[in-house]
């Protein structure tokens, strides 16, 4: 596997990688309405030219995984952790969001989930992350809000 800041022209290939990553999401939530599969080129564009964005490659040079971030007031905000569903529970996420961290060391650092979503809680908890606040959707869902302060180790 391989690990590159991604370019314009691969936003096409991680936009269709984000709306086959987030069907598990949709089902675990029974709602095929989330952002990020209703998300259009046009959006993610935007948030390209607003911050950094990452990509995982195989040995053949396939999209396997994506994470994007943007800095504001000395906070990174990391977005759209994807792992293509065939490679999910190898490290790729883990590698993908230790990437970003490296390139944006001494900034706070903030993403969100799902509270239904155990196996991202697990997986930000154990790379550093605490939960500072939880913003109710609607009465079955909330987001968790999740940061990382500068110099914290995970485990």
Do not use: C, W
């Amino acid at each position: 596997m391989k690990i590159t800041k991604a370019e314009k022209a691969d936003l096409e290939n991680i936009l269709s990688l984000q709306y086959l990553a987030y069907q598990s999401e949709a089902r675990l939530l029974n709602n095929y309405e989330i952002q990020p599969l209703t998300q259009t080129l046009e959006e993610v564009l935007l948030e390209f030219e607003k911050g950094t964005f990452y990509q995982a490659v195989n040995e053949k040079n396939e999209l396997i995984g994506s994470v994007r971030g943007f800095v504001d007031n000395d906070t990174l905000y990391i977005g759209k952790l994807i792992v293509h569903p065939d490679y999910q529970g190898n490290g790729i996420g883990t590698a993908l969001l230790k990437e970003i961290e490296k390139d944006n060391s001494g900034l706070r650092q903030e993403l969100f989930t799902s509270d239904q979503s155990l196996r991202n809680l697990r997986l930000y908890k154990r790379l550093g992350f605490v939960q500072f606040k939880i913003k109710p959707l609607s009465k079955d869902l909330n987001l968790v809000f999740m940061e990382k302060k500068p110099g914290l180790l995970e485990t």
